[in-house]
């Protein structure tokens, strides 16, 4: 007789962990592995107790749900999630229910949602946050696919959820086709920026201030309470004050080369596809892909010698209040990055025909995912504020901001460079914000470099858009241009 709500498939630690989650909340939920053992043991260890229902077959596991059967895949993105759906699919009926809660890239899942809808089967593609313990305990849900299934198993999934602190899950509808994975991505880039920006004011600390790691650790919580409040300021204050048995840092024994699976790359992908520009996390992904090079470096350091020459690089300043210089390049830095994770939103919103709610996505990442912050309430009072907000640093609250960090932020990328210390992601916002705000950038030149050597045309000022102009840089040129296309 069927009796589970829902079944799971893949039982790694995220999907032990949401099936647990779900018994919590009352749901009868059954599982398959494709490794038999690995149910057992679950069964028998943190699963015992609870109403889970293991099988051995996917036939078995089919035949224990109710109708619609809804099946959740917790299985390694890409063609693991189309080699189990296949299993799937001759033993589904109509109108049942396929989510896919791993992290997929956002184009399978919206082809996903097609090519199951075509056999009458409704497909969710859902980003998840916040790691085991968010699976455990509560994480951001961010799911997207095929509108029709969402009632089906809306309550399921904000049941599981984290919460806000007026009881507002952090799951909801967020749009179709690829939609929910798309947001996953983006939350997953801001996360490397988040990382990042935090990993320079570490370098700053240390290799600049000489700060101790106990003091940096409190730093960083102090930092926790104040306007950077959020989960990865905390967890870098508890990984700051850890020590090993014999009472070293333990951070200080990890090999500086940072591992990425690629969701922040295809962050950096998709911006660059839609013409949108997502600068901090590209230094971000960029600043791990650097650190990987280790022998590299190594060789490196030896030849080319570590920061800046004693003789002329200049010093610096990193003199009196310098740490809460960092902070305020902290904070500015991190504006950037999610002015531009919402600006890459909007963009992909267009392309993609999706309807966007941005301040419900914020509120979606407040509690339960890895980027969970404070600062997330802020951003949903902007698009209150103004629903189609091109730019957070079009707001007042940000510009506000802005302003306030800006001294602090110019003299740490200022110093950063007279010492030889890389701040990528501080430095590429500064830039960014510096661009944004020109009403005047030397594009022109650029335009007429492309004009002199390929005659690819140029807009004039003063002249309406998409009007085009060729000048005969040379006077042999000629009148002929080439199109005038945009990639
Ligand atoms: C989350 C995380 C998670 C991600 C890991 C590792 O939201 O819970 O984003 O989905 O896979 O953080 O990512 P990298 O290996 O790419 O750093």
């Not at 779900?22 to 494709?34: L, P, Q, S």
């Not at 003091?215 to 930092?223: D, G, K």
Request: proline share 4%; aromatic share 8%.
């Amino acid at each position: 007789m069927p009796s589970a709500d829902i079944g799971l498939i893949g039982l790694a630690v995220m999907g032990q962990n949401l099936v647990l989650n779900m018994d919590d909340h009352g749901y009868t939920v059954a599982v398959f592995n494709r490794t038999t053992a690995r149910t057992t043991e679950f069964l028998s260890g943190p699963a015992s107790g609870t109403k889970v229902i293991g099988t051995r077959s996917v036939e078995e596991f089919v035949a224990k749900l109710r109708p619609p059967r809804k099946v959740m895949l917790m299985v390694k993105a890409g063609r693991a999630v189309d080699a189990v759906i296949e299993q799937l699919v001759p033993l589904l009926d109509e109108g049942d229910i396929v989510i896919d809660g791993g992290n997929s890239h956002f184009e399978d899942s919206a082809r996903r949602t097609s090519e199951l809808g075509e056999l009458g089967l409704l497909f969710i593609g859902t980003g998840i946050s916040g790691g085991e313990e968010g699976a455990r305990h509560g994480p951001s849900i961010m799911p997207g696919g095929e509108p029709a299934a969402w009632p089906e198993v809306q309550g399921i999934l904000q049941a599981i959820a984290a919460k806000v602190a007026d009881g507002t899950p952090c799951c909801d509808w967020v749009g179709a086709g690829g939609a929910g994975h798309y947001t996953k991505m983006v939350h997953n880039g801001i996360e490397y920026g988040d990382m990042q920006v935090i990993a320079e004011a570490y370098h700053l600390m240390s290799g600049g201030l000489g700060m101790t790691h106990p003091e940096m650790a409190s730093v960083f919580r102090r930092w926790g309470e104040g306007l950077l409040d959020s989960y990865l300021i905390d967890i870098t204050a508890d990984i700051l004050g850890h020590v090993d048995e014999q009472g070293e840092p333990t951070v200080c024994s990890i090999l500086d080369a940072a591992g990425q699976k690629g969701t922040g790359k295809w962050t950096v992908i998709s911006s660059l596809h839609l013409g949108y520009p997502m600068t901090l996390v590209a230094e971000a992904v960029y600043a791990r892909v650097v650190s990987a090079l280790v022998d590299q470096r190594l060789e490196a350091a030896g030849v080319l010698g570590q920061g800046a020459p004693t003789d002329g690089g200049g010093a610096g300043r990193f003199g009196d209040g310098f740490v809460d210089d960092i902070h305020d390049a902290l904070y500015a830095s991190k504006i950037v990055s999610y002015a531009q994770g919402f600006m890459l939103l909007e963009a992909a919103a267009t392309e993609y025909g999706w309807d966007l709610d941005y301040g419900r996505i914020a509120q979606l990442w407040r509690e339960g995912c890895i980027i969970r912050a404070a600062f997330l309430d802020d951003i949903t009072a902007a698009f209150e504020r103004r629903a189609d907000l091109p730019s957070l640093l079009l707001d007042r609250f940000f510009t506000d901001a802005l302003r306030k960090a800006e001294p602090g932020w110019r003299r740490v990328v200022a110093a950063a460079v007279g010492r030889g210390i890389p701040v990528p992601a501080y430095s590429s916002a500064l830039a960014f914000y510096d661009a944004y705000r020109s009403e005047r950038l030397p594009a022109n030149l650029v335009q007429a470099q492309r004009d002199y050597f390929g005659a690819h045309t140029y807009e004039r000022v003063g002249r309406p858009r998409g009007e085009f102009f060729h000048t005969d840089w040379t006077g042999t040129g000629g009148s002929a241009t080439s199109g005038s296309y945009q990639a």
